[in-house]
Nanobody
Framework: QVQLVESGGGLGQPGGSLTLSCAAS????????FCWYRQAPGKERELVAR???????NYSDSVKDRFTISRDNAKNTVSLQMNSLKPEDTALYYC????????????WGQGTQVTVSS
């Protein structure tokens, strides 16, 4: 069983920055790809960023060039650096882990709220 705990959410200013962290436990961290998803009120959950086991990254068009996903296999953590925040980035952000070889082994964190407002 994999436990994912997100932290770092809160209130951000437009144009400002926030960093989210996802701490994983209960598994071999390095064999999991990690994603950050977000869900705004009344909207479907959307993929924001993904990092593979080898460190390759992908981003949604809405956050590309503003957000950076990274992983630290030694500390079992995944981070999402969010710069140039916009009000439309306001959402509940979720960390997701998916096993490299067994995709059905996928896990979610409880989510952390990000609100961007002046």
């Amino acid at each position: 069983q994999v436990q994912l705990v997100e932290s770092g959410g809160g209130l951000g200013q437009p144009g400002g920055s926030l960093t989210l962290s996802c701490a994983a436990s209960g598994t071999t961290f390095s064999v999991y790809a990690f994603c950050w998803y977000r869900q705004a009120p009344g909207k479907e959950r959307e993929l924001v960023a993904r990092i593979t086991t080898s460190g390759r990254t992908n981003y949604s068009d809405s956050v590309k060039d503003r957000f950076t996903i990274s992983r630290d296999n030694a500390k079992n953590t995944v981070s999402l650096q969010m710069n140039s925040l916009k009000p439309e980035d306001t959402a509940l952000y979720y960390c997701n882990a998916a096993h490299l070889v067994i995709p059905s082994r996928a896990y979610w964190g409880q989510g952390t709220q990000v609100t961007v407002s002046s």
